[in-house]
């Protein structure tokens, strides 16, 4: 089974301060995501990365940015917290198997920042 | 740029009786993907959809995708209660995923 996990479940931070979430895949998946989820906007796409070192901006980039040392660890990082960054956030991870890009979703990391 | 729509976004529907849940998108792609997400809970993958016409079912869930309408449907039967969730459709671009907004759907006995 494709397991992806995520470093915290719960997050409670103060504003400006950085803020590291991690993420970790053991299928050795070549694409990994990190996505941002609220009430009534749906999950929006924050960066992904289709290798080691790669990244992509996605819908909502302002006020992220991103890491990808190794294959399996993808990291967001928030520079200076914001209130308007409280969410849940959702890593997942693909690789074109099966013919398809299926992502496997983390279990979410739910921050509040104060 | 490709856009995904679902309907409805909520759905409240009496334990027993049936119901669809539709997903359109914008431009052509063949591969479609139906995810659940429970209260406070990641997404569950339910369906991969690989071509036109393509038809999968699990327990009372049935999913279908038509390329050509650029439309899959997602067909509750006999709705129970342990249905109750967040059901999002997906499409591919490339090697992401676009979401439609989530159909919340509440089944009540």
């Known amino acids: 089974d494709v397991k992806v996990t995520q470093s915290s479940r719960y997050l409670v931070k103060r504003t400006g301060e950085k803020v590291f979430l991690e993420c970790v895949q053991d299928m050795d998946h070549e694409n990994m995501f990190w996505y941002r989820q609220d009430p009534g906007l749906g999950l929006r796409l924050i960066y992904f990365s289709y290798d080691v070192k790669m990244k992509e901006k996605g819908d909502i980039p302002e006020g992220y940015s991103v890491s990808r040392e190794k294959k399996e660890r993808f990291s967001l990082i928030l520079e200076s917290a914001s209130t308007n960054q409280t969410s849940m956030y959702l890593c997942?991870?693909?690789?074109?198997?099966?013919?398809?890009?299926?992502?496997?979703f983390g279990p979410g990391t739910r921050l509040t920042v104060t | 740029e490709l856009k995904v729509e679902q309907n409805p976004l909520f759905l409240s529907m009496q334990e027993g009786k049936n119901y669809t849940i539709y997903c359109n998108y914008s431009?052509?792609?063949?591969?479609l993907y139906w995810y659940r997400q429970d209260p406070g809970k990641s997404l569950e993958s339910l369906f991969v959809?690989?071509?036109?016409?393509a038809v999968k079912q699990e327990g009372r869930l049935m999913a279908s995708l038509d390329t050509k309408a650029r439309l899959s449907t997602l067909h509750i039967t006999a709705a129970v209660h342990d249905l109750s969730a967040t059901y999002f459709c997906a499409v591919d671009e490339g090697n992401k995923l676009v979401f439609g907004a989530g159909t919340i759907l509440r089944v009540k006995s």
């Open positions: 431009t052509t792609s063949d591969r």
């Open positions: 997942a991870s693909s690789s074109l198997g099966r013919g398809s890009y299926e992502q496997y």
């Open positions: 959809l690989l071509s036109n016409g």
